[in-house]
């Protein structure tokens, strides 16, 4: 069973860092985009950012040029690397893998989440 594990997450002072990374357990047929996406309480999940199969990346207005997404597909893994954090960052952050799985079907996975905030 395919399993998107998170970590990283925790509580930083605005302006600080955070390095989130997820790890793709289970075995899956191929890894296609992996993305980053964020739940703010009472506000529907966004989109962050995706790197691609080729190691393309883009992100979101509101991130662009604090936020780099990266992966390293030898250990089945994402990154999210966070730089000048705001209070507006705190969020639960979600890890979602696209690919194929091992009967190759399409496949979507998510993470459980892990909680970002930023507070002084």
């Known amino acids: 069973q395919v399993q998107l594990v998170e970590s990283g997450g925790g509580l930083v002072q605005p302006g600080g860092s955070l390095r989130l990374s997820c790890v793709v357990s289970?075995?899956?047929?191929?890894?296609?985009?992996m993305a980053w996406y964020r739940q703010a309480p009472g506000k529907q999940r966004e989109w962050v950012a995706v790197?691609?199969?080729?190691?393309?990346?883009n992100s979101a207005d509101s991130v662009k040029g604090r936020f780099t997404i990266s992966r390293d597909d030898a250990k089945k893994s994402a990154y999210l690397q966070m730089n000048s954090l705001k209070p507006e960052d705190t969020a639960v952050y979600y890890c979602?893998?696209?690919?194929?799985?091992?009967?190759?079907?399409?496949?979507?996975?998510w993470g459980q989440g892990t909680q970002v905030t930023v507070s002084s």
């Open positions: 979602n893998a696209n690919g194929l799985s091992a009967s190759f079907q399409r496949v979507t996975y």
């Open positions: 289970g075995t899956i047929g191929r890894l296609d985009d």
């Open positions: 790197v691609n199969f080729g190691g393309t990346t």
